[in-house]
């Protein structure tokens, strides 16, 4: 009986070694990566410095191979492993832990790239076309090597790292390809015999060996229909006694600008062949995610970048966008009935950065998203995206009448549900009333009565100075209803509250006008705006006071040179500043005045000011000019800086340079009024043409003392 068993016991010993038992594939991360049950030691050297260490385990992964499916041990095996820092560009290198922390690792037919930094996260999978031999990760690229080729990825660092420097990018304000973006090949360079690859700053360094005989090499394993019971290991191939001839390639990286380039060209060859939006939209992400980890280099590293280090990277991105801003256009129109860019709802989001950093005015951008002569009127989200975003935004920029009508007419044709909104901007101030209204009416009879959209039709009424349709559109609901109405558009009535706490709040006609009929209902608006926290309690307050008007204005900078405090006593300069001061201000006349005027002499430099003063309010600026020049020269400057401006710019060059020509003439050592032509001809070359420039030179043979005005008036307008 016993020697059964042990006889049974050999047979099945015997049996088992027909199997080879595999571990299934397993990935741990975090934490849970220490339940490996593979023993970590940290070992003393003796050339530690007196710190302590910790060991923390991160990430555990197992491979096994999956010989039904044809995969051999050897295509589990780690060829390539990194543990990648990224430092983004307010980082000292030196003195602080990065920003971001990345595993990459390779296998021969699959790479891995992992996020270590605020939780370990699986980033890409790289399945790569052939096999592989060496991996090497950068910032913008991951390279990798075959037999016979140089290959390049893109990589998601820089998503990840943009996530971490600004925590709002995902909102629709700061849009960015998320980190999770599939991966694709962009480049692939062909070389003989490729071993091994490392990167140095923004040089590849390739060696390949050529072996002087040419052999093919044969594979190792063996097709089979089935399993077989034993495993049969291959003897080492043995070592050719001739030599190698070894290659070291060094090449530079490719510029991420440059290829962001490539990539928008490539994006215009997938837009006219009517390929599919999806393969279109992640190029356009690709691009945009090369900008990202261009802006968040360090210093060291954008000189890499660049080329030279006196240059600006984020110059070099603002002029490389401004030259391939077509791309924007790419995420916005639409084509041949069929959409051709970033044109889903889901992904139109993604043209407002690009806008942004294009450097285009929203007039241009318009322009350039205009529909084609005779053709349906048809805009694409991303462009209807970046606009409604902008009309939102607080912006002191105004458009023009002509722009205003046109928004008009893009959200009558594509949302006129936001029709409301748009009419509320602060940069829709000049809007055609009567030609807004007829649209407004148009949407009343299609959407129905809405108590925003009446509101809306009753501030066009009072911009036409028509009272008594704007009192019936008022009248239209009852006040409860009208101040629900204000906390759905607070821009009904305030312009510039979205900005903090000191942001320059501006009432609309619509606030004046209720502020004379209706006062209760505006502080019943207002009291409900601050209650659902659409405008803050200094900006509520400081309403109720633009409504308490102040006569007295700020002084004027010019007035300060002519009024010197040691020339009066105090009490009389306080009243010089009073009387000034009202001057300046908003309320006071000037033929009220002047019975005072008339009395006062203009021997005396404060009342000289104050002829002067009232001469510039009634619009006697060449008059002032000349009392200036006589009585007060070292006050011209500061006078014409502030008075001579908009639609007066012209007398610089028609009054005041003659004037000071004529005068340093007769005066060639006065300091004061050679000071005073040098900056006015700084300001003519500004506002001139070189033709314009030339003839404003005299003919009294000084000519060369404006040439070189005249150069800087020629290169400003070859610029332009």
Known sequence: MEESSDTNKADHLEDQTDFL?????????????????????IEKTGLEDIGQYTLSYVLFRRFSPDFFQGCNVEETQVHSLQLYPLFTSNQSV??????????????????????????????????????????????????VITKSALQCFTVRCAAVAARIEDPYIDTTMKACPPSSLEVCALRMQLFIGLRSVCVYGRHVIL??????????????????????????????????????????????????????????????????????????????????????????????????????????????????????DSSTDRHSRTGGGTQTELGSQKDC???????????????????????????????????????????I?????????????????????????????????????????????????????????????????ATMMLLLDDLPQYTQLMERHAEMLLVYGFIVEPRLLLHGGGGGQHTHIRPTVLTRQLAKSQPGLLVAAIVALHENNKVQLEHADHIFKIHSCSHYGALYPWLTVL??????????????????SLLCGPSLSVGSVMPLLERLSEETLWGFSLHLLC????????????KLLDRCPQAIIAYANHQLQ???????????????????????????????????????AMETSPTEFLELIPDDGTASYFLPHLLTCTQRHLLV
């Not at 832990?97 to 699959?110: H, R």
Request: glycine share 4%; with cysteine; aromatic share 8%.
């Open 94 to 143: 030196s003195l602080e832990e990065p920003a971001c922390m990345f595993c990459f690792f390779s296998l021969p037919n699959t790479g891995y790239l992992y996020s270590l930094k605020g939780g370990v996260e699986l980033l890409s999978t790289y399945q790569y076309p052939e096999k592989v031999l060496e991996a090497v990760l950068t910032d913008f690229l991951l390279h």
């Open 615 to 626: 001469a510039t309010r009634r619009g006697q600026y060449d008059r002032s000019i000349e």
């Open 563 to 580: 009024s010197p405090a040691h020339t009066i006593s105090c009490q009389h300069q306080e009243a010089l500043y009073k009387l000034q």
């Open 21 to 41: 038992v595999l571990q299934r594939n397993q990935e741990l991360l975090g934490d849970r990566a220490k339940d490996c049950d593979i023993p970590v030691n």
């Open 207 to 324: 060696l390949s060996a050529a072996d002087t005989e040419t052999q093919e090499e044969t594979e190792r394993t063996t097709q089979r229909r089935g399993l077989s019971r034993k495993w049969t290991i291959s003897s080492p191939k043995e070592t050719s006694t001739v030599g190698h001839g070894w290659n070291l390639y060094v090449i530079d990286t490719v510029n991420p600008l440059t290829l962001y380039q490539e990539m928008v060209e490539y994006s215009q060859r997938y837009a006219e062949t009517n390929l599919q939006a999806q393969s279109l939209r992640h190029l356009l992400s690709e691009a945009h995610l090369l900008l990202r980890a261009s802006l968040l280099q360090t210093s060291g590293q954008q000189q890499n970048i660049v080329g030279d280090p006196a240059t600006s990277l984020q110059t070099e991105v603002d002029r490389t966008i401004r030259e391939r």
């Open 393 to 457: 935004e607080e912006t002191e920029q105004s458009l023009s009448q002509e722009g205003a009508d046109e928004v008009i007419d893009i959200f009558s044709q594509s949302e006129p549900s936001e029709l409301v909104s748009m009419c509320a901007s602060p940069s829709m101030v000049n809007i055609s009333p009567a030609r807004t209204l007829r649209i407004l009416q148009r949407l009343q009879d299609t959407a129905g009565v809405s108590v925003p959209l009446t509101i809306t039709m």
């Open 646 to 684: 908009d639609k007066h710019m012209v007398l610089w060059w028609q009054k005041l340079l003659p004037e000071l020509c004529n005068r340093t003439r007769a005066a060639p050592d006065n300091s004061i009024l050679l000071a005073a032509l040098k900056e006015t001809l700084v300001v003519v």
């Open 349 to 391: 989001h993604l043209a407002l950065p690009y806008y942004r950093m294009s450097g285009l005015s929203v007039t241009e951008i318009i322009a350039r998203n205009r529909p084609i002569p005779k053709s349906t009127p048809s805009y694409g989200p991303g462009f209807l995206f970046y606009l409604k975003h902008y009309l």
